[in-house]
């Protein structure tokens, strides 16, 4: 579909501008217009995981000139596998801080904004307002949805993507001119049946494949130029390398972005839309109660080897997320007492309690806030 350009050109390009972009500019349909639409474009990429990093790497390299990226994890060595904006020296920092240095030193010309917080009803629309065009980049049914709707009441193009072991699917929502992902998928799946790409597993490389073919729609959309793939599923099957593309059609019964939308804002809550029950916690005060009365269960930390070294819990023992992922760590538990799980701010043990949790484990719960929290007893 033939789509007027999102973005309007502004400034002129610098002669470091007209160099650094020169393989862009000598294409004709490209030329300098274009890749000034792209410097005046702001793009919000939603998880700098294993779509979010190679697509901001392009993005970056490509001159587009306002990134903004949301991730509030931290860097685990499980990531490096596929997330190659991190490095060995980046486990265990901030992913955001470190996708922002990462893509100033690709391209100082560039401002990136950071949000190291979890995107949810009460920020998204300020946060996506403020950019053009939204990137789906992450992994979870509630958070797609959230992302999809919000994009929907602000008028503003989503590129989702999806891997899972050796399928990659790309779609470009759009409501004002195609269907929106609620369109395709009216109902959530049952949360029993689906596994997150750290159960299934994920070939790395398929992850690039698909962040470029979002940042592909992005750069058409932003710039006017080709045809955008509005209307359309891409799948890539890595085992045969085959592609293929089907037709997505606007549901007029969409609840959203139908003919007569029943949903006009966004919802209170997508985790119970999708089904998801929150993962128990327990408070710092509440486990120092627990560990004072001699109470009996098991805490175990689920950092990495150096984090355990450097600061502990007393009491706890060490079984870090990659055993959990695996499936290995499961041998090791007791099904006679309960599980307290543990990490630095609460997002991996929250990761690890829905796999345990999963496998029959219930008598379990995670450390809100982490050892950090603890720290501050
Ligand atoms: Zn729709």
């Known amino acids: 579909m033939k789509v007027p350009a999102l973005v309007n050109p502004t400034s002129e390009l610098s002669n470091n501008e007209l160099r650094r972009y020169g393989r862009h500019i000598v294409i004709p349909q490209f030329g300098a217009e274009a890749q000034s639409r792209l410097k005046t474009a702001k793009v919000l990429c939603i998880g700098a995981g294993g779509l979010g990093s190679p697509a901001l790497i392009y993005l970056a390299a490509a001159g587009v000139g306002t990134l903004g990226v949301v991730d509030f994890d931290v860097v685990d060595e499980s990531n490096l596998q596929r997330q190659i904006i991190f ?5 265990g920092r901030s992913k955001v801080e470190v996708a922002q240095e990462r893509l100033l ?14 995107i949810d009803v009460n920020n998204v629309l300020s946060i996506m307002s403020e950019y053009d065009i939204v990137i789906d980049a992450t992994d979870n049914f509630a958070t797609r949805y959230l992302i999809n709707d919000a994009a929907v009441l602000l008028n503003k193009p989503c590129v989702w993507g999806s891997v899972n072991r050796f399928d990659g699917q790309a779609a470009i929502f759009w409501s004002a001119y195609g269907p929106c992902y609620r369109c395709i998928h009216p109902k959530a799946p049952d949360p029993t049946t689906v596994q997150n790409c750290a159960e299934a597993g994920v070939l790395g490389n398929l992850c690039a494949l698909v962040a470029s073919m979002q940042v592909n729609e992005v750069v058409k959309a932003i710039t ?18 085959e592609n293929s593309v089907i037709a997505i059609r ?3 019964a969409c609840v959203i972005c139908g003919e007569n939308p029943k949903q006009t804002g966004l919802l209170e809550n997508y985790e119970e839309f ?11 005060s509440e486990l120092q ?4 009365s001699k109470e009996d269960f098991l805490l175990i930390d689920v950092r990495e080897a150096d984090e355990f070294e450097q600061s502990r819990i007393p009491g706890s023992v060490l079984i870090p997320q990659g055993f959990f992922l695996d499936l290995s760590a499961l041998s090791q538990l007791p099904k006679d007492k ?3 799980l543990h990490c630095r701010s609460g997002a991996r043990s929250a990761t690890c309690l829905g796999i345990i949790q999963s496998k029959g484990f219930t008598n379990s719960r995670h450390l809100r806030g982490g050892i950090l929290e603890w720290e501050k007893l």
């Not at 080709?226 to 209307?231: I, N, R």
């Not at 999708?274 to 710092?284: M, Y």
């Not at 109660?289 to 004072?292: L, Q």
């Open 87 to 91: 490095g060995q020296s980046d486990i």
């Open 105 to 118: 030193s690709i391209n100082p010309n560039i401002t990136v904004n950071i949000y190291g917080i979890k």
């Open 224 to 241: 006017g130029i080709g045809e955008l793939a509005v209307g359309k599923l891409m799948i890539y099957d890595a085992l045969s390398s």
């Open 250 to 252: 606007k549901n007029p």
């Open 274 to 284: 999708c089904g998801i029950v929150s993962a128990p916690e327990i408070t710092a």
């Open 289 to 292: 109660d627990k560990v004072n």
């Open 338 to 340: 309960e599980i307290i």
